[in-house]
């Protein structure tokens, strides 16, 4: 009885083993065939193709002048440096605010206290105080930067010459820029597009081939912009209250270039 099942067990791994085989040679023979199919559609995976740039500039003149100034002032106490502060802004920004600018293109860019030090200085005759291993508060500081958008370009200097009348002597700007640049650089964007395209036209040609279907685009986005006067410390004050200095606009440019690849059929 023992007999039958010793010799039906070889024939049975023997079955097996041939199906798996079968199963394997099917798989591999799929996928020579699947990937001989894959390399040969274009559309899937093109094997000419052709790659060019092109370049697009476009100009634009500011609509909006940017204006930094900051406010420093010190005091014994917190409170007394806040209050000397604030007054000079307060100041400042109601002087702003006479020349047109809204509240909403005011804005504070940062507010910042410090104690101020006394270090200790060091001694050089025969008897010497104590050496002291921290220095000694003698005060505070306080800072307050804040930007203005103006809107009409034309009063920027009107602008600069109110924040010196008022005793602000950290000015810095303006700086002249466009407050839609998507537009500006669509332009610039489509220009080099069209170049791009006639590049690769006129390489086709010279090839003797077509252009097909575009398989990447990328681009990258420079500028170019007009220098601005920067005012700091020094003299300020008198200089800006006398009269309005004169600020020429100019034109704000942009230039796009675009990397286009393009089947070739």
Request: include cysteine.
């Amino acid at each position: 009885m023992n007999d039958t099942p010793f010799y039906r067990a070889p024939a049975f791994r023997i079955a097996a083993i041939a199906a798996v085989g079968l199963l394997a040679l099917f798989l591999l023979v799929k996928t020579i065939d699947m990937l001989a199919y894959g390399v040969g559609r274009s559309d899937l995976y093109p094997s000419k193709t052709i790659s060019v740039e092109g370049t697009g500039e476009a100009s634009m003149i500011p609509d909006i002048a940017q204006i930094t100034f900051s406010v420093t002032e010190k005091g014994a106490t917190v409170s007394e440096a806040q209050d000397k502060a604030t007054a000079k802004t307060d100041a400042a920004l109601e002087a702003v605010r006479g020349q047109g600018v809204e509240e909403a293109d005011v804005k504070t860019l940062g507010y910042n206290v410090y104690p101020t030090y006394e270090y200790q200085q060091p001694c050089y005759s025969g008897i010497c105080p104590p050496v002291s291993s921290s220095p000694r508060i003698t005060g505070y500081e306080v800072s307050q930067s804040i930007e203005v958008k103006v809107r009409d370009t034309a009063k920027a200097g009107s602008v600069l010459q109110s924040l010196g009348t008022v005793g602000v002597q950290n000015i810095s700007g303006p700086n002249f820029v466009v407050d839609d640049e998507d537009n500006i650089r669509a332009e610039a964007r489509a220009a080099a597009i069209a170049e791009a395209k006639e590049k690769a036209k006129s390489l086709a040609k010279d090839l003797g081939v077509n252009l097909g279907s575009v398989i990447s685009f990328s681009e990258s986005t420079g500028g170019s912009y007009p220098m601005y006067d920067s005012y700091g410390r020094g003299g300020m004050e008198s200089a800006v209250a006398q009269s309005a200095p004169s600020l020429p606009v100019g034109e704000n440019e942009t230039m796009v270039t675009v990397y286009i690849t393009y089947e070739l059929r």
